[in-house]
């Protein structure tokens, strides 16, 4: 079976607590680390005020005074993007000389170049601002240092050796170990607040790119994710709030509808500019909001349709190999191989690699399941490759022509490898435990994400009757012994067959709340029929 029923010993940390019998198995599940627990339930905000950020803003405030031209260089995700608009906003705030450029995912790729920042000195910038990318720029940092142009670097990505850095806001660099978890923008959010020029916004975007990022939901993370998330259902962005199917939502909200509207930007560099997103998200007037927010929504939804002929479409060559499900096409839009190889390892439950064949090359995406290293068993071979990049189950690679059909071979004989089936988690709990008021105190240790994810349940629950089918998505309702109405969402026929049945049922679901003319219910969504 795919499913690993959990029930879970009562965390010795709570004996005695007067939890919910449904919070207790979530929290004793979670088993957080001692810090992550008490950050739970003895929040302690910190300020941020360090002597990097000290040196930082001093630098940036003579700027600002002696009419610098100052240059903010991004990258092409939801961090990048939201970490280049924070400051981009700040600066202009200030009234400052402001450019910034975000690379073309598909021609540049990630991170500041040599070429990038000749063109930025050609253009009279002499201060450099990296967001979300910056400390392995060696090759830039070290022409910066000959030209005598400052780069300050508010990056999060692992530094890579024991190289200097005379401005740098990094989570690890923080003095306080409060900061360590962050995103890109989250490191520029604590440079605002140092600076008391932090507004609502900026919580709003810091915390769309923590969600974008899926970096851990506590300590720093969890202030920005809480309070951005609260500035965003007061209406507070609007450009944000008009990209999200709904005006007030949660972190699991943001990141299916607002965080792959922003990705989707980067993906189609061939289709739209990545830095059109800076000024949509600098944008006051709301007619152009909702003219270019519909825009993205398009882009987002041709996106989707990519991925679904992509996934229909039969591949020039296709691989079965003992470690690997190999795809190769030269109809594969090249932005999207990392999605149509995630896809296609969800089913195969194996390492797979899409590539995208153009005139001089293949480009290439690879994931794995959990029990597999595959960037660790690429690199074995990287020495076909003109690009490797990556880590533990998500790589990218980049071959000539010339070492293609070598590495294939490579792979092909490869021996065969164990490769644990995953199994997904669900915790056991009975339909008694699952009260309007149980599921409300679960949902109060919102925000859910990384290194806290709310868990799927498995329970046992009685046939379901009042069919009521609403647009394409079936809907049942079920009532049961303390008299308060549990929803139960079944969009699978299959599974309604199932349970329309007699006798009790099995079944994995999602936990949800329901509200409907001020009226609230304990809402689930049935995943699988065991
Ligand atoms: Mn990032």
Same mark, same amino acid.
């Given at each position: 079976?795919k499913y690993?029923?959990?029930?879970p010993?009562?965390d ?11 919070s ?18 003895f929040p302690?905000p910190?300020f941020p005020?360090d002597?990097?950020?000290?040196v ?6 003579e ?6 031209k ?6 092409y995700?939801a ?7 924070? /400051?981009?906003a700040?600066l ?6 402001v ?11 990630y ?7 000749? /063109?930025a000195?050609?253009k009279?910038? %002499?201060?450099?601002?990296?967001v979300?990318?910056?400390v392995s720029?060696y090759e830039a940092?070290?022409?910066a240092?000959?030209?005598a142009?400052?780069?300050?670097i508010m990056?999060?990505?692992?530094i890579p ?6 401005y ?10 409060y900061f360590?978890?962050?995103?890109g923008?989250g490191?520029?959010?604590q440079y605002?607040?140092y ?6 916004k900026?919580?709003i ?5 923590t ?14 994710l809480k309070k951005g998330?609260?500035?965003?259902n007061?209406?507070a ?7 999200s199917?709904?005006?007030t939502?949660?972190e699991?909200g ?5 965080v ?11 289709r739209?500019n990545?830095?059109?997103l ?5 944008l006051?007037?709301?007619t152009?909001i909702?003219h ?7 882009l ?11 996934? %229909? ?6 691989y079965d190999?003992a ?13 999207i191989?990392?999605?149509?190889a995630?896809?296609c390892m969800?089913?195969?439950h194996k390492p797979?690699?899409?590539f ?8 290439? %995406?690879?994931?794995?399941?959990k029990?597999?290293?595959i960037?660790e ?12 990049g990556g ?13 293609f ?6 792979l092909?004989?490869e ?6 089936e ?14 309007l008021? %149980? ?6 240790f ?9 868990p799927?349940f498995y329970?046992?629950?009685l ?14 309702t ?18 309604l ?14 936990l ?5 003319n ?5 809402s689930?969504?049935?995943k699988?029929?065991?």
């Amino acid at each position: 079976m795919k499913y690993e029923i959990i029930r879970p010993d009562t965390d010795e940390r709570l004996i005695g607590s007067p939890l919910s019998n449904l919070s207790l198995r979530v929290l004793s599940k979670a088993a957080l680390k001692q810090e992550y627990f008490d950050n739970l339930f003895f929040p302690a905000p910190v300020f941020p005020d360090d002597e990097n950020l000290r040196v930082v803003s001093e630098r940036i405030q003579e700027a600002i005074e002696t009419e610098e031209k100052i240059f903010v260089f991004g990258d092409y995700d939801a961090d990048g993007i939201s970490a280049t608009s924070l /400051m981009v906003a700040y600066l202009k705030r200030q009234g400052a000389d402001v450019g910034y450029y975000i690379p073309n995912r598909l021609k540049e790729g990630y991170g500041l170049t040599k070429d990038k920042l000749e /063109m930025a000195i050609e253009k009279g910038y %002499s201060l450099v601002i990296t967001v979300d990318n910056g400390v392995s720029a060696y090759e830039a940092l070290d022409y910066a240092e000959t030209m005598a142009v400052d780069v300050i670097i508010m990056d999060h990505h692992i530094i890579p050796g024991d190289r200097e850095y005379e401005y740098i806001l990094h989570p690890d660099r923080f003095e306080n170990p409060y900061f360590r978890d962050m995103c890109g923008a989250g490191v520029v959010l604590q440079y605002l607040r140092y600076n008391h020029a932090d507004r609502k916004k900026d919580w709003i975007l810091a915390m769309v790119a923590t969600v974008g990022d899926m970096v851990p939901v506590f300590l720093a993370n969890r202030e920005i994710l809480k309070k951005g998330l609260q500035f965003f259902n007061e209406g507070a962005y609007p450009a944000l709030s008009y990209l999200s199917k709904k005006k007030t939502t949660d972190e699991t909200g943001i990141g299916f509808d607002i965080v792959p509207n922003i990705n989707t930007v980067g993906r189609l560099a061939d289709r739209a500019n990545v830095n059109n997103l800076v000024k949509f998200l600098l944008l006051e007037d709301e007619t152009q909001i909702i003219h270019v927010a519909n825009q993205l929504k398009e882009l987002n939804k041709e996106r989707q349709q990519l991925v679904k002929d992509a996934k %229909s479409a039969t591949p020039d060559a296709q691989y079965d190999f003992a470690n690997y499900r190999i795809l190769i096409s030269k109809s594969y839009h090249e932005g999207i191989i990392g999605l149509l190889a995630n896809a296609c390892m969800n089913e195969v439950h194996k390492p797979v690699i899409v590539f995208a064949e153009n005139e001089k090359e293949f480009k290439g %995406s690879g994931r794995s399941p959990k029990s597999y290293d595959i960037h660790e068993n690429l690199s074995r071979y990287k020495d076909l490759f003109a690009h490797f990049g990556g880590h533990e189950q998500a790589c990218g690679v980049t071959i000539g022509k010339e070492n293609f059909q070598q590495f294939i071979e490579l792979l092909q004989n490869e021996e065969a490898e164990e490769i644990e089936e995953e199994k997904e988690e669900a915790i056991a709990i009975s339909l008694e435990d699952l009260t309007l008021k %149980s599921v409300e105190e679960l949902f109060s240790f919102r925000p859910f994400g990384m290194d806290f994810k709310l868990p799927d349940f498995y329970l046992r629950f009685l046939p379901v009757n009042n069919t009521q089918i609403l647009k394409n998505e079936y809907r049942k309702t079920v009532t049961y012994k303390n008299r308060e109405v549990v929803e139960v969402l079944c969009f699978n026929p299959a599974f309604l067959t199932h349970l329309e049945a007699d006798g009790w049922h099995d079944v994995i679901v999602t936990l949800n709340i329901n509200e409907f003319n001020g009226k609230k219910n304990v809402s689930m969504y049935v995943k699988d029929v065991l």
